[in-house]
């Protein structure tokens, strides 16, 4: 059987692009999350708009080349 890798696509506030992360199989759609971001990995708040579980070979991004979710954490106050 193939190894499945738990994908989310995070949107970050004031950019319109999604970015597709690794992530550990409790973060879902719909969670507030901590992940790097940019060529620096700065600590970016982000919202997980989908998620799902791929193979290495239908994967999003290539597996290696892909960064992870640092943590789930609470909605921002607005």
Wanted: charged fraction near 25%; proline fraction near 8%; aromatic fraction near 14%.
């Amino acid at each position: 059987m193939d190894k499945r890798y738990h994908y989310c696509r995070v949107q970050f506030e004031a950019i319109q692009k999604r970015y597709v992360y690794l992530a550990a199989p409790e973060i879902q759609a719909g969670d507030w999350v901590l992940a790097p971001f940019g060529p620096e990995n700065t600590v970016q708040l982000g919202f997980v708009t989908d998620s799902g579980n791929f193979t290495a070979e239908n994967a999003p991004w290539p597996v290696e080349q892909t960064k992870t979710i640092f943590c789930k954490t609470e909605a921002p106050e607005r």
